[in-house]
């Protein structure tokens, strides 16, 4: 059962498609910035932001680390 209007709902987070496994994330500096971390894409192809739940999807067609 769904609220109209229910104001809990939260907004979906920032998705943003990379080109390599190995991304850094400041979270785009301003208010919203944090220090920056260095993060790798999984092997299910994306990788989220501990800090500011930015999700980060490795482009189709990219390669990820391979063996
Ligand atoms: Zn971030």
Do not use: I
């Not at 190995?22 to 994306?46: M, T």
């Not at 999807?57 to 680390?65: D, I, M, N, P």
């Amino acid at each position: 059962m769904s609220m109209p209007g229910n104001p809990n709902v939260m907004p979906p987070p920032e998705v943003v498609t990379v080109e390599t496994d190995r991304v850094a994330c400041d979270g785009g500096g301003g208010a919203l910035g944090h220090p920056r971390v260095y993060l790798s894409v999984g092997a299910n192809g994306q990788v989220d932001c501990p800090y500011c739940d930015r999700r980060f999807v490795l482009k189709a067609g990219a390669h990820a680390a391979a063996h």
